[in-house]
């Protein structure tokens, strides 16, 4: 492209910068304004697609932060050993109660309540 053309488009370019610039300050609908000043609208959009485009092509695209990998532990869980003998044996006469080790203390008080009621 020769000088003349590369300064035409410029200066076109700037035209249509301050005729968007003066619709969109204008308070009146797209359409209307340009009617009132004869440009067809499609001819305003496309314009103004430029733009944009031109603007957004000149904005620094963000560098994102280098985002490290998800990597995962793997944990050992050490369970006790099972322990089948119970920590407390309860004789009764119709049943034998037997508490393990590991129980949980809301488990043994349920219990201990319920032999209370019964006996």
Known sequence: MDQV???KKQVRKEQWRKLITECQSSGISVREWCETNGI???TYYRNLRRLREEICESLPVPVKEQEKPV???KLEVQTPAPNHQAAVIIHL???TIE???GTSQQTVEAVLLALRNIC
């Open 93 to 95: 006469p119709a049943a």
């Open 99 to 101: 508490v393990r080790n």
């Open 71 to 73: 990597t995962f532990q």
């Open 40 to 42: 067809c609208v499609q």
């Open 5 to 7: 053309a590369i300064v």
